[in-house]
């Protein structure tokens, strides 16, 4: 998109996931903005299309019970002598209604994932953001990795990775906690040539999908990634590259 609010504002405005402030700040943008009123509307309709696909139609106890029958035939070696041409098509027939119905579960879930993807992302710059303003940046303020991951202990049901990696041109400042997606996270906090950058670490939940990748939103560029057993992202206004190279330094 070429506007000035990204694809993730959109689908986290249209999931009602906004706060006050950012949604009347969104909606103003959207009374000029045909580019914007075109995404929700692709959105609208690809949610009523997974609306009225039905994915929860079960098969009757009739169809249940041929089906049983005719595996049953099939186990027992004598599909060619008891197939009749009603049974031989009821199969194919079946198998691409479950192809059908694979299709469109598959399509849901891709865009559920995507969805929370991107609202996770959101979540993570606008806490970046919040981080900036005075009296937000640090609860612990400190260069020292000894102050910092003590502090965190009792706060957490986790204790971060702390380093400090000044030699290297990315001094530790200090850490927070924060919230992200329901949960507790924390926050390190690194300076680079005057930049703050924000690393958000955090457990990584087997049940729950991780997402690695990077981007930019407004001016901040992001880089996520799952180490072990935590996950992790970088969030700053400094270059890529730099934040590429902190990310070798934690790993």
């Known amino acids: 998109m070429n506007c000035e609010f990204s694809e993730t504002i959109v689908h986290a405005y249209f999931d009602g996931e906004l706060d006050a402030v950012r949604s009347a700040e969104f909606e103003h943008h959207l009374d000029g903005c045909e580019e914007c009123k075109a995404e929700l509307r692709k959105i609208g309709a690809l949610r009523r299309q997974l609306q009225k696909s039905e994915l929860c139609e079960q098969a009757s106890p009739q169809l249940r019970d041929r089906i049983r029958k005719q595996i049953a035939k099939d186990a ?64 612990v303020l400190s260069t020292d990795q000894h102050t910092v991951k003590p502090w965190f202990d009792g706060k957490l049901d986790f204790i971060p990775p702390v380093s400090d990696f000044s030699q290297h041109g990315f001094p530790l400042v200090g850490g927070r906690l924060d919230i992200i997606d329901g949960h507790n996270v924390a926050s390190l906090v690194y300076s680079r040539r005057k930049h703050t950058i924000n690393l958000f670490v955090w457990p990584y939940r087997g049940k729950e999908a991780t997402f690695a990748g990077s981007g930019s939103r407004q001016g901040y560029n992001w880089l996520r990634w799952q180490s072990g057993d935590m996950e992790f992202c970088l969030v700053s206004d400094v270059s890529t590259a730099d934040l590429h190279q902190l990310k070798e330094l934690i790993r």
């Open 76 to 139: 027992n070696g004598r599909r060619s002598a008891l197939f009749s041409g009603r049974r031989v098509f009821l199969i194919p027939a079946f198998g691409a209604l479950v192809a059908a119905a694979a299709s469109l579960i598959l399509g849901l879930l891709i865009f559920q994932s995507h969805s929370r993807s991107t609202r996770i992302t959101a979540e993570l710059i606008d806490a970046h953001v919040r981080s900036l303003q005075p009296g937000h940046l640090t609860d």
